[in-house]
């Protein structure tokens, strides 16, 4: 077998560690809002707002009873408190578990789960309508895309 | 003063730079995770779920009024903890009487290591004041980058 050169390997090394770096640096900067929530009944719920322009990664819904009429959860960032503005950022949750349950709620993947500083998120359910209480968590990063490898 | 070479300085440079760097990440990667428990009565409170495995730090407890109980927050597999429920932290210790605030201790074991994916839960005893409480924890995503290289 042929020799690796010295430079060749600490070349590939150099690229590793830049890859591992910025891999860390960018689960580094992952943030959460969770939130509790009294009452899931079909409403815009306010979750938080975003000091930094942030990626929203996704979010974990849980409800702690039955929902009573099937309904949807999404995530919203609006541009002020009324929401003026208001942009779908997650993927729709169809809400019928009709006990206690743990869902995950996915981001969409078109531009709209980068949100700006400032922004407000809002929890927007439909359907419920049996009062039950519950909790969203809700993932950001603020750093993304850190580049190719040099 | 002899000069010292080049090769010598950088790699002296190097694996401090290299520790800097590791430290502020690991530091960087900490977040929190603040709930406000609307009822601190003995029972299990639901605080959120994790995104990436996560290492716990610590976290403080705080009540709202006087009660006397315990605390302790668990890492649960699944909504129900089904499969598992294992203590991250040290059992806080509350006589509201005394002190309204605590501190929920890493257990600084590998039980500290939380999935991706697991609930975080608080589990109070004793207290029956249905007083408010509110819990700040802490947790780092990046642990252990490795040794100077």
């Not at chain 1, 949100?115 to 603020?142: E, H, Q």
């Not at chain 2, 407890?61 to 499969?83: K, N, P, Q, Y």
Request: glycine content about 10%.
């Amino acid at each position: 077998m042929a020799l690796v050169p010295i430079s060749e390997v600490r070349q590939r090394d150099h690229i590793e560690g830049n890859s591992y770096a910025r891999a860390a640096m960018e689960m580094a900067s992952t943030f959460c809002i969770s939130k509790q929530v009294a009452n899931l009944d079909a409403a815009d719920i306010p979750i938080g707002t975003v000091l930094y322009d942030s990626e929203f990664l996704g979010c974990w819904w849980e409800q702690d009873g039955d929902e009573g009429t099937n309904g949807t959860a999404i995530i919203e960032s609006w541009d002020d408190a009324a929401g003026s503005t208001q942009v779908t950022v997650s993927a729709s949750l169809t809400v019928d578990a009709g006990a206690a349950s743990m869902e995950w709620i996915a981001p969409l993947d078109t531009g709209v789960e980068l949100i700006s500083a400032g922004y407000k998120l809002n929890l927007k359910t439909t359907g419920v309508d049996a009062s039950p209480a519950g909790r969203v968590t809700c993932w950001f990063k603020t750093v993304d895309d850190l580049g190719e490898f040099q | 003063m002899a000069l010292v070479p080049i090769s010598q300085e950088r790699q002296a440079d190097h694996p401090e730079a290299n520790r800097l760097a590791r430290e502020a990440i690991e530091r960087a990667s900490t977040f929190s995770m603040s709930v406000e428990i609307g009822d601190m009565d003995a029972g299990d409170k639901a605080l959120g779920t994790l995104l990436y495995d996560s290492y716990y730090i610590g976290g403080y407890v705080e009540l709202h009024a006087d009660d006397d109980g315990t605390i302790v927050i668990e890492a649960w597999d699944d909504i129900t903890g089904s499969g598992s429920q294992t203590s991250v932290s040290a059992i806080a210790t509350l006589d509201g009487g005394v002190d309204l605030g605590g501190e929920l201790a890493t257990l600084g074991t590998a039980a500290c290591l939380c999935t991706a994916g697991y609930k975080i839960n608080a589990l109070t005893t004793i207290f029956d004041g249905t007083i408010a409480g509110q819990v700040t924890l802490f947790f780092k995503t990046v642990d252990d980058l490795g040794e100077d290289a």
